[in-house]
């Protein structure tokens, strides 16, 4: 009874949100494609539809989380209650921008007696005190699965935790012997073929799912210490691995496997950052190299890496946009702190600076100015015939990223989640323990649902990314997880009261941790208006 309740809530949403869609696809529409100019004139739309989809599909995905019934199938429908009631926000005064006709589902009794079995706080209570006893949700995972989970969580509680505090506070850099025992446990090669020295299967489900798993759990000990450290070897591997010639993954995979070679990614410009098909850095053929001169910023871990993935324009026509950009490797030794210079023996000069964060310490990131530097031919991935296609590599490269940032996302806010539920259980207020109030309760049933939510679809996504599709849930999963971190923590730092506020508490540091995953790795706008409504107008207007 309690899953199909849910599925009511869940069929409905899917019936506004399709409509939507399909009314904003009709009238978005020039020569039977998708006029972007068209869809920013109904910007504030076309966000809340992006943004409702995601969590319509993450509450598809908990509907077979649920068939295990008992806490999973509760689980399922207070999220969908969730879902639902930020739906029903972002509907609110605007029905006919979503085209919502009066005999839908969704106004009808079927769905308001289901809603209102979800949104009972009754079931919130009753999910929050069970889950405050034992903060481990039941998971999906396979035995073989279980056992990478097993083996990182305790490398975060007894290895990543014991260090985290200190990094965050003093903005250190992250413990080399930190890197070192990922590096033997296999963490940077975790998408890096067997042949080349990694651990990948070749694009195999269990691929996806063991960064995931990896990801999440790291994350949960520390966002800047360790969960953030395979993002940069993913991506630049995905790369080389998708586009380069053999003798550049023979050269630069095993390394990075073994991680005896960092990595870091160059390509947001101070004006450009999701906007790539903009950027102005230029590398310019001469002789054997490229002359690369301009600014990079945001390079996470752009001191300790010893290759940075760097997007350049090699074709200085401007109006060819992304079709004139290039990937190339750049080596460079190691730097510690936050500031560094480099001459390159080959000619030119890199300076860089950290730039000061509210939170995600320990990697920094850092502004980059290339100065005449010249970078070998040999270096542009791919080489020649890759030469200005840079731009399709490094976006196939990011999928990896934002599932991975939705892992991140799932792993703060577990740590936020455990942190509130243990001291609501510890704290007294007016007598009484802080987990007996029913408002504390409720906060924490609906964290466990969301995060429930998060983890199952990041799953999903994984394993449909090792089926060779899954870009469209790779975004999708980013775009809810993201967000979503950024209420867990606050109300868990909320439970916490003013030791809430004090770093003394590891929660102040989830909090500021989770504020930057809706802007890296995809701009949570730019991700809902240039790709996620993109994609869902472009195939409800081919599905006629």
């Not at 802007?519 to 869902?536: N, S």
Request: aromatic share 8%; proline share 2%; charged share 25%.
């Amino acid at each position: 009874m309690t899953l199909d309740t849910a599925r009511t809530i869940v069929s409905a949403a899917r019936e506004v949100v399709d409509g939507a869609v399909a009314r904003l696809a009709a009238s978005a529409s020039k020569d039977g494609r998708i006029s972007i100019e068209l869809v920013d004139r109904e910007q504030q739309l076309a966000y809340d539809l992006a943004s409702a989809a995601s969590r319509v599909a993450a509450a598809e995905q908990m509907l077979d989380y649920g068939e295990k019934g008992g806490l999973q199938a509760r689980l399922t429908l207070a999220f969908a209650g969730e879902m639902a009631a930020d739906l029903a926000a972002r509907l609110a005064g605007r029905e006919d921008d979503w085209d919502l006709s009066a005999d839908a589902a969704w106004n009808g009794e079927g769905f308001a007696t289901a809603f209102r079995a979800a949104r009972d706080t009754a079931l919130l209570e009753e999910l929050g005190e069970e889950v405050s006893r034992t903060t481990e949700l039941p998971s999906a995972l396979n035995e073989e699965m279980s056992m990478v989970r097993g083996t990182f969580r305790d490398f975060a509680e007894t290895r990543v935790k014991a260090v985290a505090e200190h990094v965050h506070r003093n903005d250190a850099d992250i413990p080399d012997d930190i890197i070192t025992e990922l590096a033997e446990m296999g963490c940077f090669g975790l998408s890096i073929p067997e042949e080349h020295g990694g651990f990948a299967e070749g694009h195999s489900e269990n691929d996806f799912m063991s960064m995931v798993v990896v990801t999440e759990e790291l994350s949960r000990g520390s966002l800047g210490v360790a969960g953030s450290l395979i993002t940069r070897p993913e991506i630049l591997s995905k790369a080389l691995v998708g586009g380069g010639t053999e003798e550049q993954k023979e050269r630069w995979l095993p390394a990075i496997a073994a991680g005896e070679l960092m990595c870091g990614v160059a390509v947001t410009e101070p004006d450009y950052g999701s906007d790539v098909a903009g950027i102005k850095v230029q590398a310019i053929k001469d002789g054997d190299d490229y002359v690369v001169n301009g600014v990079k910023t945001w390079c996470t871990f752009g001191g300790k890496a010893n290759l940075l993935m760097l997007l350049a324009r090699t074709d200085p026509d401007r109006s060819k946009a992304h079709k004139g950009l290039s990937l190339f490797v750049v080596e460079k030794p190691s730097f510690p702190g936050h500031s560094w210079e480099y001459e390159s023996p080959l000619g030119g000069r890199m300076e860089a600076k950290a730039i000061p964060t509210l939170g995600y310490r320990g990697m920094h990131s850092f502004e980059i100015s290339f100065e005449d530097y010249r970078i070998p031919a040999a270096n542009v991935v791919g080489g020649e015939e890759k030469l200005g296609k840079g731009f399709y590599l490094q976006m196939d490269a990011f999928a990896n990223g934002r599932l991975q940032t939705a892992a991140r996302a799932t792993g703060v806010m577990q740590a936020a989640f455990e942190a509130a539920a243990t001291y609501a259980g510890e704290r007294h207020v007016f007598g009484v323990p802080l987990a007996s109030y029913g408002l504390t309760r409720t906060k924490l049933g609906r964290m466990a649902a969301i995060i429930a939510a998060s983890r199952t679809f990041s799953y999903r996504s994984a394993q449909l990314l090792g089926a060779g599709s899954g870009q469209m849930e790779a975004s999708m999963v980013k775009a809810f997880s993201c967000l979503a971190a950024e209420w867990v923590t606050r109300e868990a730092m909320q439970i916490h009261g003013g030791f809430g506020y004090a770093e003394e508490y590891a929660v102040s540091r989830y909090f500021v941790d989770a504020r930057v995953l809706s802007i890296f790795e995809g701009a949570d706008e730019v991700l809902a208006l240039r790709v996620i409504i993109r994609k869902l107008l472009q195939d409800a207007l081919d599905a006629g």
